[in-house]
């Protein structure tokens, strides 16, 4: 099957005709879902398939999409696409790509096509192994708020944005265009930025890269292609040694040597300096070390851009946060259920400690290993990763497309922890850790469920149990005080 490169992806975009139908195989994806939303804003014919229904499929419905549930040759056939697009998540040997190699269509990788997008804007692009998805959208939300009416394509719901993409102001030339790049799967360098982020590099995506010379290499070359200004995190030493030579570059973050140079203070506000010269004094509504960092990128691109300090502080000061990114969803006077995506170790001591220093009272953590080839390779790391949960539970390994390793999963990890000297729990399934969960919940206590794969319907179950008993709790005190009337 021959794919589109990124010149014939440009090319094709030039020479295609309003509303040229366009099929997204796997479209209820976040990315893929977004994507669909540009095509529509750019004046394509949309339609697609995909494994089940969810609300990405039904937001796209809404707009007109038809969407096919399930993979089925006959109907991208019928569909009649003069263009189709997979996502990394989509096998080569899927029924419907197999029809449109039939059929001569051209088909394209999904960051093919959003690179070539971004190629026709103003596009800036944020990188990283940790934070870029809730960069990505803060950074969107604060040009909306100062009124510059950006595009944007971020990797999850930020419910103030309403979608995951929208195609912006493309005939307005001072128009930015906000997209999160993803480096997992080898198309970081697709994309030739008009200014880039890069927030942070790690030992990650292991299952695609040889190693982590590879991994870097990926990062370098996204910089170079960066036409103009690159930021990136002064706090971590591998990209200040992949990009410290690079004159024109603007550094952020908590080392002294940083151009935008962060304080955070006892209130838990921070200061913001450009050398000498304080910028101002921000608050945002998330918690911890790594999203205050990841703020200061946004402010950091901002202020640089030339808009005001103050239009910043207010700008930034009302953004909530992504779906997945300390989502609390449950709170009432007794407990605090928050949902999180954190799934590598640097993600999971972050997030733990900082829902720990902002919330208190004990810390629950429920954990879902993510994908066997990670589990095996960050074993130890992991096994460290868990010092500020005051209980801990962990699941069987969510494969995400990954056949089994042996002697890899949830009760492995859980032994790796408990002989660290933190006592673990192996729960093997959700419904497992549900009752494990409710059994051990006491006043005060704040649970946290880790993991990118579908461990956030048991920490959305969790609330809704608290929130029925709750409201069970309510009428029986109702009808005792209405009985002694």
Request: glycine content about 8%.
């Amino acid at each position: 099957m021959k794919r589109l490169n990124r010149e014939e992806m440009a090319r094709w975009l030039a020479e295609a005709r309003a509303g040229a139908p366009v099929y997204l195989v796997g479209i209820g994806g976040c990315g893929m879902s977004g994507l669909a939303h540009l095509l529509l804003d750019a004046g394509f014919a949309v339609s697609g398939s995909d494994l089940r229904e969810n609300n990405e499929v039904r937001q796209l419905r809404v707009r007109g999409v038809e969407i096919f549930i399930g993979h089925a040759p006959e109907q991208l056939q019928n569909a009649r696409p003069e263009l189709v697009v997979y996502s990394s998540a989509i096998r080569t040997n899927n029924p419907e790509l197999s029809m449109a190699e039939a059929l001569g269509a051209p088909v394209a990788r999904r960051a093919v096509l959003l690179a070539a997008l971004a190629y026709r804007r103003r596009s800036v692009c944020i990188a990283g192994m940790h934070g870029k998805t809730t960069t990505t959208a803060l950074l969107a939300h604060a040009l909306e708020v100062i009124g510059a009416t950006p595009g944007y394509a971020v990797g999850a719901l930020a419910p103030q944005l309403g979608r995951h993409a929208r195609g912006g102001k493309p005939e307005d030339g001072d128009s930015f265009f906000v997209v999160e790049t993803d480096e997992s799967d080898g198309t970081l360098r697709e994309f030739y930025p008009h200014q880039s982020i890069v927030l942070n590099i790690d030992e990650e995506h292991l299952d695609f890269y040889s190693n982590f010379k590879a991994v870097c290499d990926e990062f370098s070359t996204f910089a170079v292609q960066t036409s103009g200004t690159l930021f990136y995190c002064a706090d971590d030493p591998r990209l200040v040694e992949l990009y410290g030579d690079q004159p024109e570059a603007i550094t952020f973050g908590f080392d002294p040597s940083a151009n935008y140079r962060v304080q955070i203070q006892p209130d838990h506000s921070f200061i913001v300096w450009q050398g000498e010269t304080k910028l101002g004094e921000f608050t945002i509504r998330l918690f911890g070390e790594k999203n205050v960092s990841n703020a200061v990128a946004a402010i950091a691109f901002l202020h640089h851009n030339g808009f005001a300090a103050k239009e910043i502080i207010r700008a930034v000061a009302g953004f909530r946060g992504v779906e997945r990114r300390q989502q609390e969803i449950f709170r009432d006077d007794r407990f605090r259920i928050f949902d999180d995506y954190g799934h590598h170790p640097r993600e999971i001591t972050a997030t733990c400690r900082a829902i720990k220093g902002y919330c208190g009272g004990r810390l629950l953590v429920a954990f879902q290993p993510h994908r066997y080839s990670r589990t095996q390779h960050l074993l130890s790391e992991f096994a460290e990763s868990f010092g500020d949960a005051d209980l801990l539970w962990i699941t069987e390994v969510y494969a995400a497309s990954e056949s089994p390793i042996a002697e890899v999963n949830g009760q492995r990890l859980a032994t790796a922890i408990h002989t660290q000297g933190q006592p673990a729990v192996y729960a093997a399934t959700l419904e497992v850790l549900r009752g494990m969960v409710h059994e051990a919940l006491r006043p005060g206590d704040v649970v946290l469920f880790l993991g990118a794969g579908d461990i956030t319907g048991a920490a959305h179950q969790v609330g809704e149990d608290l929130k029925l008993f709750k409201n069970e709790r309510a009428n029986t005190f109702q009808n005792s005080a209405c009985s002694v009337e």
